[in-house]
């Protein structure tokens, strides 16, 4: 057979074609197979997804009777553009519709400043929200920020040092280093003395003891310094500031801080001579005199090109005598210029005075007389220490530096210090001569102000800078600058605490103010310090670590108090047991036996420290952040009866009709917790209100109400609610039970609507009990009869419901249509 060619191929097709369109009813088909693919798997797709969105919301709502193509038409029908339009004027004849419009207009007018009025005030809560939170979040950066003016320090913790020592007092791993744990046990040691009622315990020299273990010798002398300023007389309970600055005070600070200096350059002069034995040739009688001859013959061996040709034994006079005073011993120089001759007679009738003199200053006679003899002659002698000399006695020439003797800061405050006029000194001595004068104030501003940081090189020599300041009296600053530098925070921090001991440190009136506080009505250039401030700075570092060291330091501030009258030591303990949440080990715990176990805080009980306000400031902390029950158990601690029966009330009723098997659920905590109060107030005079407690008790018996109900064990629910005496279950005591709700705790009324539907619920399934089968009736509760029972059942009912009707509660929308549909079904 021959093949065939394409003209019988092109006939063949047109053949099939006229075949499918005229004898076949097959539709057409414009796309190809991969186009219908695609076509089929879209709408396979729509079809599924929009299918099984209908058949499930069709099988969720059908279950609780909705028709959900009817609801659906229902909602398209729904229109709120209409709702909100202005309404058409209406002719004033038209009385109906004029009435209409009106009470409309009122609707919509109340509508509309209620919505402005709730943005209003939404905005305005929002703002406050904001403002608080940016305020806690301001106190807790400068918390972290221990600068002040034009350079601030942030405290970045710094990495700990490891030691055998870092065990805190619980015996836990500490973040305090081996300087910061032995202060910490010397405090705590301090503490539990003055706790055990030890008296004249001095923390001064516990806190010096312990620097002597560091092997530093500048921290050694930082608190030689603090030990000799504070040797004042008692200052009393006023002002600290106002206390430092009376005559008396300053002048016996001016007098210690003398003495200090006078004391360390007798050291000095001591360590130069046994460096130099052979030069100092010293002998005869141990004391200042052998000792200042030894050392001047030391310093100036080369010869006294500049000093007065008058020596003693060998030596310039006046270095000598300089010298003598300089190390704080007037006997000595007098017995120097005896010994010179009796041209000195009027010198020597000076260095009489100031020996016999508490205060280690000349009469105004002898003044006068030391000032006139300066200006005729000693100003514009060579020997500068005879001008040095004559400058000190008659208190002149302040301006002058005396650069050739005054090397050290040491030298220039000790004899700043002794040129220092008190203002009732300078009234008195006549300021009409026309001399100059420095007055203790201007010390300080000196040291502070005109020199400053930079001049005394603060960073490089922070010890320096500091003695300046402590030694004029500047404490407050003092201690700032200390709490700058990290290597001698902990020391200042510790200075602080002893003056605020000993009552001798300014504070300021606000304790959330800066470090640092200047007080406009103080004298210049004095500050307070916020010592609250201080001790959290220092404390927060290893306060959720070394808890028992933190509550010890925060008892420092057990008598500064804040403006609502609380102490510092309550507000901080309060905080540090919400941060650590360690209520057990800070405050203690209920034991089952309803004694409470102490705490940390039990330690200071009885020491200035309200040990219940304590627990109860933290329990009041934990309901106002929302944290309620916390609150109860510390209020159950504290012993505030009506605090805890009001927050389990507040709670038992929100969470009583929930059934729910979860052992550690809210409700199964609050049933258990309900129980066991029950069992330790058993018996127990509470100090509480009558409705509190019997809000109390009623939620706790309808936490076992509903248990029971939803365990189906209908007849003993049913007992406890008929004891409860909340709802009639006959219609002779409906008025009563009206009355009763009256009275009613709201958080107990607020459940009546769940316990009306559970009673009705479980008469009805025993109605339909007993209706389908009269064998199964619980004839120990009901009458023997089953009709007699189920009139019984159906007199429940209408009274419940009779009682939904008439209660002065606006109920749930469809609670009283199905206790109404369960009592029709019982007919």
Known sequence: MAEPDFNDLLNAAEQLASDIEGSKDLPRVDRTLRQVLEASQDLWTRVTTEGSQDIQANLLLGSKGVDLPQLSQKLESLSTRKTFEPLEPIPDTDIEGFLKNESENIILSLIDSTHSEIQQKLKMDLRAHLVNEWESEKINLLNSMLGKEEKEYIDFSTAQQ?????????????????????????????????????????????????????????????????????????????????????????????????????????????????????????????????????????????????????????????????????????????????????????????????????????????????????????????????????????????????????????????????????????????????????????????????????????????????????????????????????????????????????????????????????????????????????????????????????????????????????????????????????????????????????????????????????????????????????????????????EVLRLMSTLMSQVVSRVDNEPGSLRARLSNYADNITNRYFGVQLKCDQGTQAAFYTLRDLLKFFDLYAKNIYPEALEIIQRSRLIPLSMDEIDDKIKNFQTLNEVVARNIPDVLLATMTMLYSQFTKIKGDSQNSSRSFFPDSSKEQLTFLRERAKALTSFAGTIPYRMPGDANSRLVQMEILMH
Not at 184 to 203: D, F, P, R
Not at 499 to 524: E, F, N, Q, T
Not at 596 to 623: C, K, N
Request: hydrophobic fraction near 35%; charge should be negative; aromatic fraction near 10%.
């Open 162 to 642: 490891k030691t055998v020592l870092n065990e805190s007092v619980l015996g836990t791993k500490s973040f305090l280093n081996r300087d910061e744990m032995k202060y910490a046990h010397t405090l705590i040691e301090y503490q539990q003395m003055i706790i055990e009622g030890a008296s004249k315990v001095n923390l001064i020299e516990k806190f010096v003891q312990t620097a002597v273990e560091f092997n530093d010798q500048m921290v050694n002398d930082m608190w030689m310094i603090v030990k000799y300023m504070t040797q004042l007389p008692v200052q009393g309970k006023g002002d600290p500031i106002g206390a430092r600055n009376t005559s008396i005070i300053k002048a016996k600070m001016i007098q210690q801080a003398r003495s200090y200096l006078e004391n360390r350059y007798r050291i000095y002069m001591n360590s130069v001579v046994q460096s130099n034995m052979r030069e100092a040739q010293r002998g005869g009688k141990p004391g200042i005199y052998s000792l200042v001859r030894s050392f001047v013959g030391i310093k100036h061996n080369n010869g006294y090109t500049k000093f007065d040709s008058v020596e003693v034994d060998g030596c310039p006079l006046w270095a000598l005598v300089y010298y003598c005073i300089r190390c704080g011993d007037s006997n000595a120089a007098l017995e120097f210029i005896k010994k010179a001759g009796p041209q000195y007679t009027e010198i020597c009738k000076a260095f009489e005075e100031i020996g016999k003199s508490d205060s280690q200053t000349l009469s105004i006679k002898e003044e006068k007389f030391i000032r006139s003899h300066y200006k005729r002659g000693v100003r514009n002698d060579s020997d500068p220490y005879k001008k040095i000399l004559f400058c000190i006695l008659g208190r002149c020439d302040v301006n002058e530096e005396h650069a050739e003797i005054v090397k050290t800061a040491d030298d220039y405050l000790w004899l700043k210090l002794n040129q220092v006029y008190d203002i009732k000194e300078q009234e008195d001595h006549t300021v009409s001569e026309g001399r100059e004068s420095i007055s203790y104030s201007t010390l300080q501003s000196l040291v502070i102000e005109e020199y400053g940081e930079r001049h005394y090189n603060a960073n490089e020599q922070p010890h320096v800078y500091f003695q300046l300041l402590f030694l004029t009296g500047q404490w407050e600053a003092s201690i700032d600058f200390l709490m700058r530098n990290d290597k001698l925070r902990v020391h200042g921090v510790h200075i602080a605490i002893v003056l605020h001991d000993l009552d001798m440190i300014g504070l300021p009136m606000d304790m959330k103010s800066p470090l640092l506080v200047v007080d406009p009505s103080d004298p210049k250039p004095m500050h307070r310090l916020n010592m609250a401030r201080l001790i959290m700075l220092y404390v927060q570092k290893f306060e959720n670590q070394d808890i028992c060291e933190a509550i010890h330091y925060y008892y420092c501030l057990r008598n500064v108090k804040i403006a609502n009258g609380d102490t510092v030591f309550a507000v901080c303990v309060s905080e540090l047991v919400m941060k650590t949440r360690k209520f057990d080990d800070i405050l203690g715990c209920m034991e089952l036996d309803g004694c409470r176990s102490p705490g940390l805080i039990d330690t200071f009980r009885g020491s200035l420290v309200d040990v219940d306000m304590v627990i109860e400031r933290v329990a009041y902390t934990a309901e106002t952040s929302g944290q309620y029950e916390d609150a109860i158990k510390l209020y159950d601690l504290g012993g505030r009866h009506e």
